[in-house]
């Protein structure tokens, strides 16, 4: 089992940063794949970033490429999601996940409770 707690979310403006955080417990940490989806009311949980065991390799939606920064400390068990030029259609929930798999094929096994996300325009 690993226990999964996100935060850092909140309220920006458009054009500001946040930096989420997600600390982890139980399992190896450094055995899991991490990633980032984000959901929003009414619509499907959406990839938005992974990254891999060891941190050497990672993978962003088309859609927050260039802004999005996903990292991990293995030693401190924590996966982070740097967030720049924040936009509107950045607003969500946004949860972490600890998985199998590649960061072109990620397969979540375990999910945090989620943090929101809202940028205002």
């Known amino acids: 089992q690993v226990q999964l707690v996100e935060s850092g979310g909140g309220l920006v403006q458009a054009g500001g940063s946040l930096r989420l955080s997600c600390a982890a417990s139980g399992r190896a940490f450094s055995s899991q794949t991490m990633a980032w989806f984000r959901q929003t009311p009414g619509k499907e949980r959406e990839f938005v970033a992974a990254?891999?065991?060891?941190?050497?390799?990672?993978n962003y939606a088309d859609s927050v490429k260039g802004r999005f920064t996903i990292s991990r400390d293995n030693a401190d068990d924590t996966a982070l999601l740097q967030m720049n030029s924040l936009k509107p259609e950045d607003t969500a929930v946004y949860y972490c996940a600890a998985g199998r798999g590649t960061v072109t094929w990620f397969l979540g096994d375990y999910w945090g409770q989620g943090t929101q996300v809202t940028v205002s325009s």
């Open positions: 990254i891999s065991k060891s941190g050497d390799s990672t």
